[in-house]
C-alpha cells in the first residue's frame, strides 16, 4: 500500500517526507498506457506533488505542477488534494528514449533542460500562489531542489525514483528533506555528505526498507520522531455524477 509519512530529525531542526507511491505510478502507467520513459518522468512528478499535496493545511487545498521543457515529452501536468490523491498526464505518453550510458532511463533527455516549472497553490486565497522556477537538468528531483531554493527561499533536498522492469512500475518514491529555520550548518553539512553515498530511493523501497528506515538512512539520524497520521496517495480522477451533470446542463440544447 503506498503511503506518505512526515518524520522529524536531529531535535526537530529538520524535517522529511517519505512516500512509496508504487501503486499510484503503476495506475498512471496502464491509464495512460506510458512508455517507460515517460512512467519514470510522470511518476516523478506524481510523486513529488502528492508529497506537496498532502502538506496542504486545508481540505480543499490543492497543488497544481506545470512542466514546460523544451524535451520530446512536452507538458505535463500534475494536481493533488490535501489528501495526495493525484491525477496527471505527459503531452507525448509513447516518447521512446535509448537507456542512458549509466544504464538508466533517460527522464532528463525526455524532459529537456530548457524551460520552466510552474507550481499553483490554491489555499483558499482571492488569487492562488504561483510559484516560478527554471528547469535546470530535467531530472525533476533537480529543479524541484532549485524550485525550493528560488521560490520559496528554502534548503531543500530533493529525491524521486521510479524502478521500472517490463511488467510495468516495480517500485516508485521519494522523499524531501528541508532545514528548519534553527538548523545548524553543521547539521546541514551533515545530511549534504551523507546523501552524497546513499543507495538512490527507488533501490531502497526495492530492498524492502521501510519508509522510516528511510528517513533515519536519510537524515543520519536514528531518533528521527514521525509526525501526524500518515497518508495514502492515490491516483483517482476527481469526477463525479454530479460534476458530469453540471458539465451537461452548461450546454445549450442545439
Known amino acids: 500500500m503506498d503511503r506518505i509519512i512526515k518524520f522529524l530529525a536531529h531535535n526537530g531542526k529538520i524535517n522529511v517526507v517519505c512516500a512509496d507511491t508504487t501503486n499510484l505510478v503503476e495506475k498512471a502507467r496502464i491509464i495512460h498506457d506510458l512508455s517507460p520513459v515517460a512512467t519514470a518522468t510522470l511518476g516523478r512528478v506524481l510523486t513529488v506533488t502528492s508529497i506537496m499535496g498532502q502538506n496542504c493545511k486545508n481540505k480543499k487545498d490543492s497543488v497544481t505542477v506545470q512542466i514546460n521543457g523544451n524535451g520530446p515529452i512536452g ?9 495526495a490523491i493525484v491525477r496527471g498526464y505527459v503531452e507525448n505518453p509513447q516518447v521512446d528514449l535509448p537507456i542512458r550510458d549509466d544504464g ?8 529537456g ?3 520552466r516549472i510552474s507550481v ?8 492562488p500562489y504561483i510559484g516560478i522556477s527554471n528547469i535546470i537538468s530535467g531530472e525533476i528531483a533537480e529543479d ?3 524550485y525550493f531554493a528560488i521560490s ?3 534548503n531543500t533536498a530533493v529525491a524521486l525514483g521510479v524502478l521500472v522492469n517490463k511488467y510495468g512500475v516495480k ?3 521519494g522523499y524531501i528533506i528541508q532545514a528548519m529555520p534553527d538548523a545548524t550548518e553543521n547539521i546541514v553539512e ?13 533501490t531502497m523501497l526495492d530492498k524492502n526498507f521501510s519508509l522510516e528506515e528511510i528517513a533515519k538512512i536519510v537524515t543520519k539520524d536514528d531518533k528521527i520522531k514521525k509526525v501526524g497520521e500518515e497518508t495514502k496517495p492515490d491516483y483517482r480522477c476527481n469526477c463525479s455524477r454530479e460534476k458530469m451533470i453540471k458539465g451537461l446542463v452548461s450546454i445549450r440544447k442545439k
Request: glycine residues 10%; charged residues 25%; without cysteine.
Open 75 to 83: 507538458r505535463i501536468i500534475v494536481t493533488s488534494n490535501s489528501n
Open 104 to 111: 538508466k532511463i533517460d527522464v532528463g533527455g525526455a524532459v
Open 113 to 115: 533542460n530548457i524551460g
Open 120 to 127: 499553483i497553490k490554491d489555499i483558499g486565497l482571492k488569487e
Open 144 to 146: 524541484f531542489a532549485n
Open 152 to 154: 520559496e527561499q528554502n
Open 171 to 173: 517500485r516508485a518514491g
Open 190 to 202: 551533515i545530511i549534504e555528505n551523507n546523501l552524497k553515498n546513499i543507495e538512490p530511493i527507488s
